[in-house]
């Protein structure tokens, strides 16, 4: 019996066209360009600044692109997994709602919320599903708002962070492409370092937690950094490991994009030259559950059939892990 592997058959993506770039959070907290850069490798980011428009918003307009672009019948959507660390309300799903503005009146919902791991863990949900043999086609979308959680007052975490979404089809594959293996952790001693305190069950919203500013995002940044270099590292290496790739074997990092840094740093432990890793955090910064799609849909065109990807992210939680994925198809 031929093994069913599940690929990656389209992309799509959105990003809102308000920019924030360094200059303009110079005028904003104490902060400069060159700051910024070197420490993240961060230019600008984009804004949704629509009124009344939240993370459904993105997400479905990345799908809208995806089906466009690859004339897929949304009625022939199985299953619609939202990534995301932004829901549009508590309790309503937000992909249920994606999935009916999009026509998708087949298929059921639900989000998926694991910080900056979001996306890859959907890819590992999404991929069990199909190979299940239940479900033929799934789409995965990473979208967030992140500039609805940020306090833009506070200059360790305002001049990370983007909105913006990019979707994924997956689908059956009996070529031997698409999902090969995968490597998944967490560990609750991260719970204190990135996190936002009020909103949840522990401390539901008051006046006072609003006059705290207390449903903004915090971030211990040194320490954050520091689990993030070492164990986004740690994963990808063991993922080439376990499937004896040399550096060589290895087409493309596509690495979440939180900081430079910490991408450069996986790199060098993987062995990689520069030209393999796929970077576009100086144009969007992080954008959470939306990084790994974004660099799947800009550098769509030079992404080969067959090419060998290691995904690799770090978010709060703490939520890390890593995959290799054989690439399906070359763009015309």
């Known amino acids: ?18 920019k924030l770039t360094n ?27 629509n009124p009344g428009k939240g993370t459904s918003y993105l997400a479905i307009k990345a799908a809208e692109d995806l089906l466009q672009k690859s004339g897929t019948d949304p009625k022939e959507i199985d299953l619609i997994v939202l990534a ?10 937000t992909g249920v709602y994606v999935a009916t503005q999009i026509g998708a009146t087949n ?28 479900y033929k086609k799934v789409l995965l979308i990473g979208a967030d708002k992140m500039s609805s959680i940020i306090d833009y007052e506070d200059r360790a975490t305002c001049i990370i962070f983007g909105d913006g979404a990019g979707a ?32 949840g069950s522990i401390l539901p919203p008051t006046a006072e937690t609003v006059a705290n500013k207390q449903h903004f995002v915090f971030q211990d940044g040194k320490t954050v950094f520091k689990y993030a270099v070492s164990n986004m590292a740690d994963v990808s290496e063991k993922i080439m490991q376990r499937n ?51 660099l799947l849909c800009d550098f769509e ?10 995904f690799a992210t770090f978010g709060g ?4 892990g890593a995959m290799y994925l054989k690439w399906a198809y070359t763009k015309e």
């Not at 200059?23 to 600044?49: F, P, Q, Y």
């Not at 939680?317 to 890390?320: E, L, S, V």
Request: charged share 25%; with cysteine; glycine share 8%.
């Open 317 to 320: 939680g703490f939520t890390w």
């Open 168 to 199: 994924v089809l997956f689908e059956p594959n009996s070529e031997g492409l698409g999902v090969q293996d995968e490597y998944l952790r967490s560990d609750g001693i991260g719970r204190e370092f990135l996190k936002i305190d009020a909103g």
């Open 107 to 134: 298929a059921f919902s639900f989000d998926l919320q694991a910080a900056c791991s979001s996306f890859l863990y959907g890819m590992s949900v999404a991929s069990s599903y199909i190979e299940s043999g239940k």
């Open 244 to 294: 004896n790739l040399s550096h060589q074997d290895v087409d493309w990092l596509a690495a979440h994009q939180a900081n430079k840094r910490i991408i450069d740093a996986t790199a060098h432990r993987m062995g990689l030259d520069d030209s393999k890793v796929l970077m576009n955090i100086e144009k969007y910064g992080n954008t959470t559950s939306a990084t790994l799609p974004l």
């Open 301 to 310: 065109k030079q992404l080969k059939k067959g090419d060998n990807i290691i």
């Open 84 to 93: 995301t660390a932004t829901p549009d309300m508590p309790v309503a799903s």
């Open 23 to 49: 200059a303009d959070l110079e005028k904003m907290v104490d902060t400069n360009d060159e700051w910024i850069t070197t420490r993240t490798g961060i230019k600008e980011r984009r804004i949704l600044k």
């Open 1 to 18: 019996m031929t093994k069913i592997n599940a690929a990656i058959t389209a992309v799509g993506c959105y990003l809102p066209e308000d």
